[in-house]
């Protein structure tokens, strides 16, 4: 149209003037145009950028709730049952500078939570120029819901995982504890951590909440629970300071039972720092005494120097310079490798070990971890301590358990390798299928040897055998074991009445599945029974274990079994 | 022709703008929508991990002991004794004529379906079992109390068998043929 008006222009005026006319109006044009455009090209972008965003606010709400909170993987037992969970918790906080009047919310939160409306720290919160500040930790859904209706300004809520276990102290030592940040800082919960990576997902920033899928553990919670009530039951009847239960499947290596007493609830990692509650079973070493007869036996009659009907003459003390081996029940004659076992004797021991040499003691022991922490999940191991230097007398001791400190791990371990037929398994307390374990299995001693020692287990818990496990029998388990009562360092002397017992079991003998240790940690003697020796109060404490775990674990008792068939020689 | 072509244009462009309206409006309800559901599934995945862990706070084998214990009038749970666990093949075959029974003859094979598994072929299975059974509280023969008691268990819950056993002078050859 303006092109017509122009034309039209054109005839009418002189050219002069039109042409001036024309510059002036084309530069307007121009100048308006471009402005338009602007306009335009404005709202364009605007409208692209409306198009393009997403709903913020609803989006931010769905995913708030996983971006708050560090999650964590549900632990779970060898059946499915929850050891440790996540559960979601929401926490009061206050944003002080955004509140009006201290005095009204207080008054409101007060008709909800009560204990606010006197507690000074929570008015100084408020009254305070800080920008977040947190009232109270974990208020319930019916708190929440209600101060949420009071719609008072500047108090909010905010979701947090907390770590729960419901078993309470049940696995404390193996399952660790958390801290505030829901991060591992010690047992399997520490390891996970590591081993999946979390920590140094969350040390980047980012903490997912899906997809985390719970992990088994190798851990039988039935088991786990009868291991604990019977080494209480025990402490408390014998009055001892400490108690040590570990219960292994001797196929695989798996652990399925663990308890180290006192122990802590994982829900108050507080309790774990105390000394008196750290676990003993993987990070305590102590000289295990005699159950290391079963270790002597075995790798003594694996060399083939001694044999099962060699007799060692146990008449007098071993005398070593200032230092004299002697026997507690001293049978003053010579015994046979079977009964040097079955009485326990330390003068027997002691000559079979010499017999065949410290070098050879010593390669044993190097083979059964003897010498080096064990390599398993749980980051809390100890190393054993052992002399470093050869010699007859530390080879005599050795061969009863004494001059050598070891984990009850250790010796768990150990013992599951002289009865599984001589396979070294490390522990682990994860699942382990028995391939896998035949993979990682390592040799320490010939199967034949393992036979013979399954006779002597047996023959040791036989009653009427005089063996001194004869009280951890479960009629129809087939079990065996042997005995250690250590007596305790105490000031650089052993103690005469501070003992450390023990009980090393599996059952059933003629084909060894589980294998049971007991550990009591000075235990008194019964009121109407004088002594207080491992057979006395670490035996019966596994035979009470056995009973109740056997028929859990699928062991059907047999009845009408003859003893386990001799071996040859 | 312009000018039709110009209405045709405009109205085109109404029509598209509203559709356009629409769908935007549409789409913003959707993810809203998504969003709110998101939020539901959230809530119900964390009332799942809450009622999880309850349950498993009830059934921690601690508690259980307390209950059994302190029940125990009542309710007559007692630890398992090896004793008391048998296989399937430890019941002697039924007498060809049963005297004084006047019900039907099972079919064949019904013991061997009432049983859940062979026991001792499957590690956990059996001992999973025998952990929840009641305790055998008479005095007779013991192997046969545990296959109806087996039976009962592995069909109807836990809970309901300890009321089932409550005629207690009845003898064991009642219990077996409940």
Do not use: C
Request: glycine share 8%; no cysteine.
């Amino acid at each position: 149209m303006s092109d017509v008006a122009e034309h039209a222009e054109e005839h009418q005026h002189p050219e002069a003037r039109a042409a001036r006319d024309l510059s002036a109006s084309r530069g307007r044009i121009v100048f308006a145009g471009l402005g338009f455009a602007a306009v335009y090209v404005a709202v364009g972008l605007k409208l692209a950028g409306l198009g393009m965003a997403s709903d913020d606010h609803s989006a931010a709400l769905a995913s708030g709730s996983s971006q708050v909170s560090t999650a964590r993987p549900d632990l779970l037992d060898r059946n499915g049952e929850v050891l440790a969970t996540d559960i979601k918790s929401a926490s009061l906080y206050a944003e002080p500078k955004r509140i009006i009047d201290v005095d009204e919310a207080i008054e409101a939160l007060a008709t909800v939570i009560p204990e606010m409306r006197h507690d000074e720290s929570v008015r100084k919160k408020l009254s305070s120029k800080a920008g977040f500040v947190w009232l109270k930790r974990e208020v319930t859904k019916q708190q929440r819901q209600k101060i949420f209706r009071l719609g008072i300004p500047g108090i909010g809520f905010m979701e947090e995982n907390r770590r729960f276990y419901p078993g309470g102290a049940l696995a404390g030592h193996v399952l660790g504890t958390v801290n505030v940040d829901n991060q591992g800082i010690s047992g399997i919960e520490k390891y996970i951590d590591h081993e999946s990576g979390l920590a140094d997902l969350r040390a980047a920033g980012l903490s997912t909440a899906k997809g985390l899928e719970p992990r088994r553990l190798s851990l039988d919670l039935r088991v786990q629970h009868v291991v604990r009530d019977e080494l209480k039951d025990a402490m408390q009847r014998y009055h001892a300071v400490a108690a040590i239960g570990i219960v292994l499947d001797v196929r695989t290596g798996e652990v399925l039972g663990m308890s180290s007493l006192p122990d802590f609830d994982p829900n108050h990692a507080e309790q774990a720092l105390e000394k008196q509650n750290m676990n003993r079973a993987t990070a305590g070493v102590f000289e295990m005494g005699s159950v290391f007869k079963t270790f002597n036996s075995a790798w003594t009659l694996d060399s083939g120097r001694v044999q099962l009907t060699d007799s060692y003459d146990a008449s007098s003390s071993l005398v070593f310079g200032s230092q004299k081996i002697s026997d507690f029940h001293a049978k003053g004659r010579s015994l046979t490798v079977p009964e040097i076992f079955i009485y326990s004797s330390n003068i027997g021991s002691a000559r079979m070990a010499l017999k065949v040499g410290s070098e050879a003691q010593r390669v044993f022991f190097d083979k059964i971890a003897f010498h080096k922490k064990l390599e398993t999940e749980l980051p809390e191991v100890a190393a054993p301590l052992y002399p470093k230097r050869l010699s007859e007398i530390s080879t005599a001791t050795q061969a009863f358990g004494h001059g050598i400190s070891v984990t009850p791990m250790h010796t768990a371990v150990a013992g599951a390798a002289v009865v599984n037929g001589g396979r070294f398994l490390n522990p682990t307390f994860f699942p382990r299928s028995r391939d896998e374990a035949e993979k990682v299995a390592v040799r320490v001693l010939k199967p034949e040897t393992s036979d013979k020692m399954r006779y002597l287990f047996r023959l040791n818990n036989t009653p009427g055998s005089g063996g001194s496990g004869s009280k951890a029998d479960v009629p129809g388990y087939l079990v065996g074991g042997k005995t250690g009562t250590a007596e305790k360092l105490e000031g650089g002397r052993y103690s005469g009445n501070k003992r450390f017992n023990s009980y090393l079991a599996a059952f059933p003998m003629d084909d060894p599945q589980y294998l049971v240790l007991v550990v009591l940690d000075e235990p008194k003697p019964e009121k109407d029974v004088g002594a207080a020796t491992a057979g006395l109060n670490a035996a019966p404490t596994v035979g009470a274990i056995i009973r109740r775990i056997a028929p859990m674990l699928g062991v059907m008792p047999r009845y009408d079994q003859a003893k386990p068939a001799v071996a040859s020689n | 022709m312009l000018r039709t072509i110009n209405i045709l244009l405009v109205i085109a462009m109404l029509v598209g703008a509203g559709v356009v309206y629409d769908l935007k409006y549409e789409a913003e309800r959707a993810t809203s929508k998504v969003a709110k559901i998101t939020r539901k599934i959230e809530a119900e995945r964390d009332a799942i991990a809450t009622l999880k862990a309850e349950w498993s706070l009830l059934n921690q084998p601690r508690r259980l002991q307390d209950l059994a214990e302190r029940y125990h009038s009542y309710l007559e749970l007692d630890p398992l004794d090896p004793t008391q666990i048998g296989t399937i093949d430890d019941i002697p075959f039924k007498p060809a004529v049963s005297a004084g029974d006047d019900r039907p003859t099972p079919p064949k094979g019904s013991i061997k379906l009432a049983q859940p598994e062979k026991a001792g072929e499957k590690n956990a299975g059996i001992g999973k079992l025998l952990d929840r059974l009641p305790g055998h509280h008479g005095d007779g023969p013991t192997t046969t109390g545990s296959v109806p008691k087996a039976a009962a268990a592995s069909g109807a819950p836990m809970m309901l068998v300890p009321k089932i056993v409550v005629p207690k002078p009845a003898g064991d050859s009642a219990k077996v043929n409940r």
